[in-house]
């Protein structure tokens, strides 16, 4: 079955009306007719005269009748010039929340998409009666804690940041193209975007998830469309465009401006150019020299696209791009182009109707460029109609321009439903100021809001059809945020410890506002907080109340006689966990704290330390007896007090050696150690041996001597 398709392709210097023949998916151009504007009707694709425009169509209408017959329906484009775009990020604070969902990204990219909406509306001097329809937005990038990263899903950080850059179509484009079709007695049967149009003619579906650039180049202004990843990612528009080159050509050879644009398309056919300036002289100049004249025109234009793209596309050249529409035949434009997206030269090309496909032509029509995007507002009209959607948000009607697959996220756009009313408000936080620091305590989280799509639950991706209802359900706003010490102190500040079998809680001694606190004293805002914590072996005996302890591991030193002696083996070892440790190193929680304690010196151990002699001690025979003489040599004071050899000495005494008796032995001093005495009834006379040699009573003595004394009795009278 065939049908018969009309449109028209409304542009800022002409109108150009179509009509194809369509049977099984096979299109046939039957008629075009171009007709051009004599006044300014049109302004950056938007219809300022009404009026005059539908007297245009009008008359492409009649005209195309008395071939065709009745025309009573007719497809149309928004021209992509009249499309803006708009870049804007949002960050918001993700601490201490779940994990991000495909939800919650999608209603951060529709906070950015609306934080670009409202930078677009500030633009405008009367902000109240803009209004604009998201036709596309592309996420430049996620970042987490100022890191770009790939998604935000299934991550946790601080902060989360989105960039977008957005598509609108002003609503009063729309809204004036249909008042014009009306008074041509038009019905609009669909509406689409010119570079929706073109990119559904030459770059099919399986073909969009490639990164490719369409550049449709009319007279004043380049559109641009990118796909990527099967879908239209971004559209954009430079001022720039085919009556630049015509204007080079003006001023070069002083030209009056149709007959330069008749210069530029003999550009296209001839070797030498035939040109008539101003004053009416005719020459004739060698296409070459025409060609360096609007060398610099064609490299401006070649800039301002090629920068259109990459800001368009994140800064990145795509893997192809397609030229369309009357400018798009510039000489040399293509190689212009790819050397400012450094893309070589068979990744840029011009595509006439010829590229589309399942599509003829009457021979009197011409395989042109320009004829690309009209015929592919016929053919989206038959493929891909677009149309008015009605439904409701919360019981308010919302009118939707249905340019793609809606989401309820558009229906939120339409219905002016910001972003944030899609999460409860957050509760109040405290600051606090602990240690020196300044602490930011976050209040709860709001509760997402629930969505339903006629009664069902949704989310903000959820398709949505004419006639859906609906409904937003605020969350629930979170909860002030409360606050112990316990909650800001680091757990590892609370440590147990075991110190001689002895086990031990250390929490940090703490006070708030310069009162003593506890771990469950509750926080207020602006408190000022401060903690010690036991993060020292010897802290934590202080901490402990095991100060007597500090004095078992102090180094073992005395003063002997006013000068200090350093005995290290008679210092206590210190142990943490079973190895040697000293009070300045860390303790964690668990480490069991013990030490091994070592006897005290005694005066006698001093002494040989200090090679003094306390007692003089020898030994001796005396009258077949063994006897041991012993004297104090040297006494030891202790802190001033007299103490015997075998005492001993805690550390840092002060001990004092002071001389006692440091005479010979003589032989007279035996007999203060032995019992031996004279018989009482001796009488006689009795000699003094030493080692049996005579000798005398005050005769040195040495130990190992044999004395003896022998005894002489007299004869009795």
């Known amino acids: 079955m065939s049908s018969k398709l009309f449109a028209l392709d409304i542009g800022t210097r002409s109108v150009v009306g179509i009509i194809l023949q369509e049977e099984n998916d096979h299109f046939h151009v039957e008629d075009i007719l171009v007709k ?132 609108f179509l002003p609503r009063v484009v729309v809204e004036s193209l249909i008042a014009a079709l009306k008074r041509a007695d038009l019905e609009m049967e669909a509406l689409t975007l010119e570079p929706i149009a073109a990119i559904n003619v030459l770059i099919p579906p399986t073909m969009r998830r490639l990164n490719v650039a369409l550049v449709d180049i009319g007279a004043g202004t380049s559109d641009i469309a990118i796909t990527d990843k099967s879908t239209v990612v971004a559209y954009g528009m430079v001022p720039t465009a085919g009556d630049e080159i015509t204007e080079a050509l003006s001023d070069h050879y002083l030209l009056d401006f149709p007959v330069a644009e ?176 300044d602490i930011f305590i976050p209040g709860g989280h709001g509760q997402p809001a629930e969505i339903l799509v006629n009664g069902q639950q949704a ?93 078992q591991f102090e180094s073992y030193t005395i003063q002997v006689n006013g000068q200090p002696l350093y005995l290290p083996e008679f210092s206590s070892q210190l142990l943490i966990n079973g190895k040697a440790a000293k009070l300045s190193y860390a303790v964690q929680d668990g480490d069991v704290i013990s030490f091994q304690q070592q006897a005290l010196p005694t005066i006698q151990r001093i002494a040989e330390q200090m090679n003094l002699l306390l007692e003089d001690k020898i030994t001796v025979h005396f009258q077949n007896e063994v006897l041991e003489l012993s004297k104090t040599a040297n006494e030891a004071l202790v802190n001033e007090v007299v103490v015997s050899p075998l005492s001993t000495v805690a550390n840092r005494s002060s001990v004092v050696f002071r001389e006692k008796d440091r005479s010979r032995w003589i032989y007279q001093d035996v007999f203060r150690f032995s019992n031996w005495q004279l018989p009482t009834s001796f009488k006689g006379n009795f000699t003094i041996l030493r080692n049996g040699q005579p000798a005398s009573f005050d005769m040195e003595i040495f130990g190992g001597d044999k004395l003896e004394i022998l005894l002489e009795q007299s004869p009795i009278m």
Not at 389 to 415: C, H, I, P
Not at 469 to 498: S, W
């Open 459 to 551: 989310t903000t991706k959820t398709l949505i059809k004419t006639g859906d209802a609906i409904q937003l359900i605020e969350g629930q706003d979170g909860q002030p945020a409360t606050a112990t010490v316990r909650d800001i102190v680091d757990p590892a500040a609370i440590k147990t410890i075991t110190i001689q079998n002895t086990k031990y809680v250390i929490e940090p001694k703490i006070s708030v506002n310069h009162t003593p606190a506890s771990l469950d004293t509750v926080l207020n805002d602006r408190d000022i907080i401060t903690f010690d914590i036991a993060e020292t072996i010897e802290a934590a005996f202080k901490i402990t109340n095991n100060w007597h302890l500090l004095k």
């Open 36 to 167: 051009e504007h004599k006044e300014r009707a049109m302004v950056d694709g938007q219809i300022h005269n009404v009026m005059y425009v539908a007297e245009l169509i009008n008359g492409i209408k009649h005209e195309l009748e008395e071939k065709h017959g009745p025309l009573t329906k007719v497809s149309v484009a928004a021209a992509g010039r009249s499309l803006k775009t708009e870049q804007a990020s949002v960050t918001i604070n993700i601490r201490n929340r779940p994990i991000f969902t495909e939800e919650d990204i999608s209603r951060l990219e529709l906070q950015a998409v609306q934080q670009a909406q409202q930078q677009l509306l500030q633009q405008k001097e009367d902000a109240k009666i803009s209004h604009y329809y998201c036709v596309g937005y592309s996420v430049l990038y996620y970042r987490l804690d100022g890191e770009e990263i790939g998604s935000l899903l299934d991550q946790q950080g601080d902060e989360a940041q989105i960039e977008v850059i957005a598509t």
């Open 262 to 437: 008749n210069a530029k398309r003999q550009l296209q056919t001839e070797e030498d150019i035939l040109i008539q300036d101003i004053l009416g002289f005719d020459q004739y100049f060698p296409r070459d020299e025409v060609l360096l004249a609007i060398a610099p025109a064609v490299k401006q234009l070649a800039k301002s696209i090629g920068e259109e793209i990459l800001r368009l596309n994140n800064q990145t050249a795509p893997k192809a791009v397609m030229l369309v529409g009357g400018g798009s035949l510039t000489p040399h434009l293509p190689a212009e182009l790819g050397y400012i997206l450094d893309l070589p030269a068979n990744r840029i090309a011009v595509r006439g109707i010829d590229a589309i496909q399942n599509l003829t032509k009457e021979e009197h029509i011409k395989t042109s460029p320009e004829l690309v995007t009209p015929i592919g507002i016929a053919i989206a009209a038959k493929k891909m109609p677009i149309q008015y959607m009605s439904l409701t948000v919360n019981n308010q009607v919302v009118r939707l321009f249905e340019l793609k697959e809606m989401t309820v996220a558009d229906a939120f756009l339409a219905a002016n439903i910001r972003a944030k009313q899609l999460y409860g408000k957050p509760g109040h936080g405290l600051s606090v100021h602990v240690n020196g620091q």
